[in-house]
């Protein structure tokens, strides 16, 4: 999968290979997002409870993204 067939597709970002390990986290991780916004937009909740629950998204997306570079950096790389 490129970035660019994310969706909604990124405007202005260069093309780049998602390896396959990562496709599962990053549409996961895409869903939470949009999830999390139309959460927020429905709650009107203030900019401190914004900020608190995104840090706690990329806080949580941070730990299994580590997790999973390091199992590809182990890897033998792709041809």
Same mark, same amino acid.
């Given at each position: 999968?490129?970035?660019?067939?994310?969706?909604?597709?990124?405007?202005?970002?260069?093309?780049?290979?998602?390896? =396959?390990?990562?496709?599962?986290? /990053?549409?996961?991780?895409?869903?939470? +997002?949009?999830?999390? #916004?139309?959460? @927020?937009?429905? &709650?009107?909740?203030?900019?401190?409870?914004?900020? =608190?629950?995104?840090?706690?998204? /990329?806080?949580?997306?941070?730990?299994? +993204?580590?997790?999973? #570079?390091?199992? @590809?950096?182990? &890897?033998?790389?792709?041809?």
């Amino acid at each position: 999968m490129r970035i660019t067939e994310l969706h909604p597709t990124p405007t202005d970002a260069e093309p780049l290979d998602i390896p =396959a390990e990562l496709l599962d986290s /990053v549409r996961r991780h895409q869903s939470h +997002l949009a999830s999390l #916004v139309a959460s @927020l937009r429905a &709650a009107g909740l203030s900019e401190d409870m914004v900020d =608190a629950s995104v840090r706690t998204l /990329v806080d949580s997306y941070a730990e299994e +993204l580590t997790v999973a #570079v390091r199992g @590809l950096m182990k &890897a033998p790389p792709h041809a």
